[in-house]
């Protein structure tokens, strides 16, 4: 079974330049999360997607970032313009469903990530 | 306040020996989940193990096992007999529940572990 796929892998902008990143999720999984890790911490999640609701996106700055999932399978994340703050490695995650009746212990799947550098 | 804390930045074990990360959590929920992620330098974050709040025995998996003191609210993990390959930065995280089901997991900070021959 594939694992969650994220497009590309590495990726150096310069400054106020656009980025897109792509994520495809493990099959069957309803959820999609992406995170932003910065260098030396934990992942904190910049938006949750229930199929194509986003359900959390209270974190993400949304004057320059936007995301979306319209068929309820695959999630772009968009930056525009890029920052230099932005630079970051961006996860994408899936599970099952979090919504009522959920399991506490639905694991959540990581992506490879992509590396954004911006100049 | 942060609902995750790992107050350790960095541990140093010898090979074979067994070594604890430390992980305290805040939350007000009755229902909840922690989990244990490893990401080693290659980036992917890898599932280890994962302890629910009513679960009354310790989550084991391997040589991973989670110590959990739920009135102390600590959700160690324990790596038995470490080998070369733990060395990694690992991440304790939590779910807490909702009436509307569960919420993201929420990480701490990190703990880098660096295992030596």
């Known amino acids: 079974e594939a694992g969650v796929v994220q497009s590309p892998r590495y990726k150096i902008i310069e400054k106020k330049q656009p980025v897109a990143f792509w994520c495809n999720p493990i099959s ?14 934990g992942p904190e999640l910049l938006i949750r997607y229930e199929n194509e609701e986003a359900v959390d996106d209270s974190q993400l700055p949304k004057d320059r970032f936007s995301a979306e999932r319209l068929k309820g399978v695959d999630s772009t994340l968009k930056i525009q313009p890029a920052e230099l703050g932005d630079s970051a490695v961006y996860l994408c ?3 099952l469903s979090l919504a009522g009746g959920a399991l506490a212990s639905a694991e959540q799947f990581f992506g490879p990530g992509t590396r954004l550098t911006v100049l | ?8 930045p960095g541990m140093f074990v010898q090979e ?11 939350t007000s929920d009755q229902s909840y989940g922690l989990f244990w992620y490893k990401q080693p330098s290659s980036g992917e974050m890898i599932f280890l193990i994962y302890q629910g709040s009513y679960d009354e025995q310790n989550a084991t998996e391997g040589r991973y096992s989670l110590n959990f ?10 790596i038995s007999a470490s080998q070369l390959g733990d060395s990694a930065m690992y991440f304790c995280a939590m779910r807490e529940g909702s009436p509307s089901g569960y919420s993201t997991l929420t990480f701490g900070k990190g703990t880098m572990l660096l295992v030596s021959p």
């Open chain 1, 28 to 41: 069957g999984h309803n959820t999609l999360y992406w995170y932003r890790q910065n260098l030396g911490q």
């Open chain 2, 69 to 78: 003191q739920k009135a102390r609210k600590s959700a160690n993990l324990v």
């Open chain 1, 93 to 95: 995650a899936s599970s």
């Open chain 2, 16 to 26: 074979k020996e067994a070594v604890t990360l430390d992980c305290t959590y805040d």
């Open chain 2, 1 to 8: 306040a942060q609902k995750i804390t790992q107050t350790q």
